[in-house]
């Protein structure tokens, strides 16, 4: 059964640090790894879907990367803004396409 | 282009009672996949419909039930409501074929149902 970590569960740093978000999954057998954004009691805001095959993915600020063998993703938010403050979820794709989600990171941008 | 809509908002029900809720699908997409947020927690998947059939389901009661309609636009049906069901249901949309899609899903802003 695949099960989804995220570490830490909460993150605190001052405007303008480089910061990273870790995600692990117990199978390896995935589809894709999407990272998403909430904003409280918000939908969710996709940010980057790696496929099974790719290493890394960039938009802006942020870069995903994934390493199946290890079952980890990272994510990479350069030079953090107070507009980043919000719930960090991975979420991982299997063959159905269901996705399997952590139970996200709390970050919060200090101005 | 439209993005992925749900309602109601909000909605109160007491325990026992039906409720209904909505999705319109993104533009184009064909697949629609239903997630119950409990607070402070992930997404759980209730189930995935493709072209008007269920494509998947999770670890739910058959209470849940839902239907997708020829427009690919769709309902998520919860009978006999417990306490425990208050949630945010949120709904996403993607395109591709049933399976194997390698797609990205498009979250719509949610529901919070409120059980009491």
């Known amino acids: 059964k695949q099960e989804v970590t995220q570490i830490p569960a909460a993150l605190s740093v001052p405007e303008g640090e480089n910061l990273v978000l870790n995600c692990s999954f117990t199978d390896s057998a995935i589809y894709n790894l999407q990272w998403f954004r909430q904003d409280p009691g918000k939908g969710l805001t996709s940010l980057l879907l790696i496929q099974s095959s790719q290493r890394e993915q960039t938009s802006g600020r942020l870069n995903a990367s994934l390493d199946k063998s290890s079952g980890r993703s990272t994510l990479y938010i350069a030079a953090s803004q107070p507009g980043d403050s919000a719930t960090y979820l991975c979420a991982v794709g299997g063959a159905t396409n269901k996705l399997i989600f952590g139970t996200g990171t709390l970050l919060a941008v200090q101005p | 282009e439209t993005g992925v809509t749900q309602s109601p908002t909000h909605l109160i029900k007491t325990r026992g009672q039906q409720v209904t809720l909505r999705c319109s699908s993104q533009?184009?997409?064909?697949?629609v996949s239903w997630y119950q947020q409990a607070l402070g927690q992930g997404p759980q998947f209730i189930f995935q419909?493709?072209?008007?059939?269920?494509?998947g389901r999770g670890n739910f009661p058959p209470r849940f039930s839902g239907l997708q309609f020829p427009n690919y636009s769709s309902e998520l049906n919860v009978n006999a409501l417990e306490l425990d069901d208050s949630a945010l249901y949120l709904c996403?949309?993607?395109?591709?074929?049933?399976?194997?899609?390698?797609?990205?899903?498009?979250f719509g802003p949610g529901t919070r149902l409120t059980v009491l």
């Open positions: 419909y493709y072209r008007e059939e269920e494509n």
């Open positions: 533009s184009g997409h064909n697949t």
């Open positions: 996403a949309s993607s395109s591709g074929l049933a399976g194997v899609s390698t797609d990205t899903q498009y």
